[in-house]
């Protein structure tokens, strides 16, 4: 289908422009065409930075190198689009009424390799490099969004844990979907310091890399979960990951993410990420950046650790589900499905249940293993069968007028 930016308003064809890069599996037939005869080349490198212990019988051989800072040439996926907008604008709206405090909701669909129909920029320096129409990208379809618990404040927002995750795991999986990516929402924010805007805070970028590594796959090690920045008004959504070696800093302890302070501007490292200090009889690689050393304890701009991904919203939307009303789960009760199957008591048990939110609250007050069955009844948009309407009835132990 065709594509237009998030929040822009004429439905004109997408223009890809930003930093360099070409989609991963083109990355890939590139090295194996250079490196034919030594195989062993041809996977991206692995960034190993883990600490090592000082004592009497190390090595030089066996201390990891520096980590000299690089923008990445490939990235995992190339495109995220809605496929659904309606979530995604329900959860904008929402956080506008209160934009004081920042939300995050994670970015539910699936991976597909979609058709190359993007349009390239002219004469824009840092245009982002696209092979030709005809050749495939690496797209990130999304269709729904969950609000996990979090605590927010007026420049970010902290996950808490989740007590309900592999229960809301499971209804994902069962509508064929999964965690794909994180969207913050932030206010205005940049200036001198950082030569403009901030894309992301040193805490978005730490918790990102985070997700990355914990969403990431098992046998390819790689990790395709990207994140969205959602802006206040009609202003550009903007999407990123975290580059390989900006995950590997992470995971191993090299950076953090920068110091803030809200009185005083010169210790505001807010936009930055600090290079941390090893505990003692530690060994960390050193970081370079720009060619410059980054002294441990000080703070550089993570804009190399960016790789950026187009943004856009299908014209052709598909909706999985018919509904987008019921509140999100941290914040539902049982009162809330009554008057939901209320006002849709006219419509068969799958059709009134098709709102995603609502399919992840009733992990909490029914049997998990009937969510599932419900899930699936409601993607496929198939009617329920009477006995699996009687035990959903039962359980929910809920009057409502028509069922």
């Not at 996977?43 to 190993?48: C, N, Q, V």
């Amino acid at each position: 289908p065709n594509k237009m930016r998030i929040d822009e308003i004429k439905q004109e064809p997408v223009v890809d422009a930003g930093p360099k890069h070409i989609p991963f599996h083109e990355f890939i037939q590139e090295r194996q065409r250079k490196f034919a005869k030594q195989p062993w080349n041809i996977d991206p490198p692995k960034y190993d930075y883990k600490p090592v212990p000082m004592g009497n019988q190390v090595n030089f051989s066996d201390l990891p190198p520096n980590a000299i800072v690089m923008r990445q040439k490939y990235r995992h996926v190339d495109v995220a689009t809605f496929y659904d907008s309606s979530p995604y604008t329900k959860f904008k709206s929402l956080w506008e009424q209160n934009s004081s405090i920042q939300k995050c909701a994670y970015l539910i669909g699936r991976f597909e390799m979609i058709d190359n129909n993007l349009t390239k920029k002219k004469k824009v320096s840092t245009s982002t490099q696209l092979s030709n129409k005809g050749t495939k990208l690496m797209c990130a379809k999304i269709y729904g969004l969950y609000e996990p618990p979090q605590k927010g404040d007026g420049r970010g927002v902290k996950l808490l844990k989740d007590h309900n995750e592999e229960l809301i795991d499971s209804v994902i999986n069962a509508c064929n979907m999964e965690r794909i990516g994180i969207v913050f929402t932030t206010l205005p924010r940049g200036g001198k310091k950082y030569n403009g805007d901030i894309f992301m805070s040193g805490q978005e970028i730490f918790t990102s890399a985070r997700l990355q590594e914990k969403y990431k796959n098992k046998n390819t090690g790689f990790s395709k979960f990207i994140t969205l920045i959602t802006h206040i008004g009609l202003k550009e959504a903007q999407c990123f990951m975290i580059s390989d070696q900006g995950v590997a800093m992470i995971k191993n302890g090299l950076i953090s993410a920068g110091t803030t302070s809200l009185t005083d501007d010169k210790l505001d490292n807010y936009g930055f990420m600090k290079v941390n200090i090893p505990p003692s009889k530690i060994y960390i690689p050193g970081v370079i950046n720009e060619n410059k050393e980054i002294k441990q304890g000080t703070h550089f701009p993570p804009d190399a650790l960016l790789v950026n991904i187009i943004a856009t919203v299908a014209k052709n939307q598909e909706h999985l589900f018919n509904f987008v009303h019921f509140p999100s789960p941290q914040n539902a009760t049982v009162d809330h499905v009554r008057k939901h199957l209320i006002h849709h008591k006219n419509e068969e048990l799958h059709v009134a249940l098709s709102d995603f939110n609502l399919l992840l609250y009733l992990t909490k007050v029914i049997d998990v293993e009937l969510v599932i069955k419900i899930a699936k009844h409601v993607v496929k948009k198939e009617r329920m069968n009477e006995d699996l309407v009687k035990k959903v009835k039962s359980q929910l132990k809920i009057s409502v007028p028509g069922y």
